[in-house]
């Protein structure tokens, strides 16, 4: 029983490389991709909800999990950009500005404790529902506006969050909720954790 949360996220790794697999089967396979991305954050949120019940959400465990959410969304992109590149194409500024922004994030963390980004922020499982359901309209039609929108903000908004997180601790953190909390810890007090979602 206590493996459950490890297995939780291989299944959500290895759904990332079929992901792909399927995209290459063509426009077809989207009602598929679209089901293991709903799958995939359930995986996502279930893991950590699970992992704390059990008493086993260690350091190495957040680190893991912050890892494998890299890969299956970078399958999920990539295997919406095989199956409809145009819409890619025709939004390359927006992603390129949000992925840079993400990447940014990576980058700070690195220079500053050498470690990478798994502050678990609330607001940042938000964007990753609106991530599940762009890209599943992506998925399905090869086209989204309004969600893809609504992600791009969303997405903006919680990486500048991250951000100013990691400016405010002084030392590496996993599962920081909101900005005041790393503001709270920065001061040396004890913060409160959801047990449900962050810890």
């Known amino acids: 029983m206590k493996k459950m949360p490890l297995l939780l ?7 990332g490389p079929v992901i792909i697999y ?5 426009q077809g396979s989207g009602a598929i991709i679209a089901v293991l991305l709903v799958v995939g954050i359930l995986t996502d949120v279930f893991d950590g909800i699970i992992a704390r019940r059990l008493n086993v959400s260690t350091q190495k465990l957040r680190r893991l999990d912050s890892a494998v959410d890299q890969l ?5 992109i990539a295997g919406t950009y095989i199956m409809c590149p145009a819409f890619y194409k025709n939004n390359m500024l927006m992603l390129a500005i949000l992925l840079g922004t993400e990447l940014l994030t990576y980058v700070i963390s690195f220079i500053k404790f050498r470690k990478e980004v798994a502050t678990h922020a609330i607001a940042s499982k938000v964007w990753a529902i609106t991530i599940m359901a762009a890209l599943m309209q992506v998925a399905l039609s090869c086209n989204s506006t309004t969600l893809f929108y609504i992600c791009f903000y969303v997405g903006m908004i919680t990486r500048i969050e991250i951000m100013v997180i990691l400016f405010a601790l002084k030392e590496w953190s996993n599962d920081v ?3 005041y909390h790393a503001f709270m810890l920065r001061k040396g007090n004890p913060i409160k954790r959801n047990k449900l979602f962050n810890g």
Do not use: D
Not at 9 to 15: P, Q
């Open 9 to 15: 996220m291989y299944s959500r790794a290895l759904m």
């Open 22 to 26: 399927l995209a290459f089967l063509g």
């Open 72 to 76: 299956f969304w970078f399958c999920a």
């Open 177 to 179: 909720p909101t900005f």
